[in-house]
């Protein structure tokens, strides 16, 4: 197993509670805008990325009870996240997941 993938492997054992998740998926959500506001106004971006780790460390601290996942693995969590969302916003995880169908003549 890749380092990438043990560390997604890692966060998404660290991410099991619905309203962490969605937590996540904001502040990926977020993480994204603050890179396309910082050619907007440098002030938005600030906002989104205090707002990515109010969202992220309070989902740990009330829902979920367990470290941030960038203790263990810091700098490629964000890139576990992202992927992890990417997964589940688009439906790629069900696609991988689903088993193909045999045609039988």
Known sequence: ???F???????????????????HHLTNILAIA???LLFIDWRFTLICLVLT????????????KNEPAF???PGITILAS???????WFGLRQLLQRPTRQIHS
Not at 7 to 19: D, L, T
Not at 53 to 64: I, N, P, T, W
Not at 82 to 87: T, V
């Open 53 to 64: 780790q109010v969202f992220a460390l309070g989902g740990h601290a009330v829902f979920e």
């Open 71 to 73: 203790r263990k693995y």
């Open 82 to 88: 992202l992927s992890w969302s990417f997964e589940n």
């Open 5 to 23: 993938q043990e560390a997604k492997a890692h966060f998404i054992a660290s991410h099991q509670h619905p309203i962490n998740q969605a937590l």
């Open 1 to 3: 197993m890749s380092y």
């Open 34 to 36: 603050a890179v396309v």
